[in-house]
């Protein structure tokens, strides 16, 4: 009995599956590494050859030459510092009040919860109404300021928090919890010690989203926060490119656009395993 089984042989791919993953990574490449390229070329070539962008290679590179002017002269230290004041809080809030929200929904039962949980992940499908917002943080006088901002985008991503977190606690046996409470075991405690260290793939993923769908944001910060020392890093972009010293001067704006993407970069290439192991764990369990 030395033959092999049929199952243990590896499947075999068809020339026309070869074609279709041909035609996927050829689509990728064209869609993401033609802007990637333009950007980088344009940031390290000299203001003369970079005043109409194009994909052709800098006939004199100075990238660092742009780069220092972006981080220098763009004020870029002063948006990082007012991109991490809002964005850190609103991490920390959409993962806390998320996870707390989510372990109800998912050991609670009931009409009542369950509509509670609709409206809780309508926020997937409802785009926010800017103009709303905007009347409504004027009226609270948090118009313009770093605690409206991260109201704003803690309730703009706490639904996809709530979703999947949801979706991972409920394949959680509750015997786990049972025989915490067992041992004399509060809500509380059975939350830190057993639910949230459960949780870390989910929060992961929720860190990651958050940081960058909010990292990169420049409409509803524009709106909300506006101008001024609180300027965000899109925002502080959209201001330093209407200047004098940047207008037209595609290779600065460019370079600012390359060091202002650089932290999101890395963030991703590092955790995009767990990006995909967190969404899949709370969207299919």
């Not at 709106?223 to 209407?242: E, H, K, M, R, W």
């Amino acid at each position: 009995m030395s033959a092999r089984s049929p199952l243990a042989r590896p499947a075999r791919v068809s020339r026309s599956e070869w074609v279709r993953r041909g035609v996927v990574v050829g689509l990728a490449a064209v869609l993401v590494g033609v802007p990637a390229w333009l950007v980088l070329v344009t940031s390290a070539k000299p203001q003369a050859e970079a005043v109409r962008p194009n994909l052709a290679a800098p006939g004199e590179w100075q990238p660092g030459r742009n780069y220092g002017d972006a981080l220098s002269e763009g004020e870029m230290v002063r948006g990082l510092v007012n991109s991490l004041l809002v964005i850190v809080p609103s991490v920390v809030l959409v993962l806390v009040l998320g996870a707390g929200a989510a372990w109800v929904f998912a050991r609670r039962r009931g009409r009542l919860v369950a509509a509670a949980y609709a409206v809780c992940v309508s926020g997937l499908l409802l785009p926010p109404a800017i103009i709303t917002i905007v009347l409504e943080l004027r009226q609270l006088g948090l118009a313009g300021t770093r605690p409206g901002m991260i109201a704003v985008y803690t309730a703009m991503y706490l639904s996809t928090s709530i979703f999947f977190m949801t979706g991972f606690i409920r394949a959680i046996p509750t015997e786990l919890e049972e025989a915490a409470r067992m041992d004399g075991a509060g809500p509380t405690r059975v939350f830190v010690r057993i639910v949230l260290p459960l949780l870390r793939p989910v929060i992961a993923t929720a860190t990651i989203m958050v940081m960058l769908y909010a990292w990169s944001d420049v409409f509803y910060a524009f709106f909300v926060l506006g101008g001024g020392d609180a300027a965000t890093l899109p925002i502080n972009l959209y201001q330093v490119a209407s200047a004098q010293l940047y207008l037209n001067n595609w290779h600065l704006i460019f370079a600012y656009v390359v060091l202002m993407s650089l932290p999101m970069v890395a963030v991703f290439l590092v955790a995009q395993r767990r990006i995909v192991s967190g969404i899949t764990s709370g969207a299919v369990k």
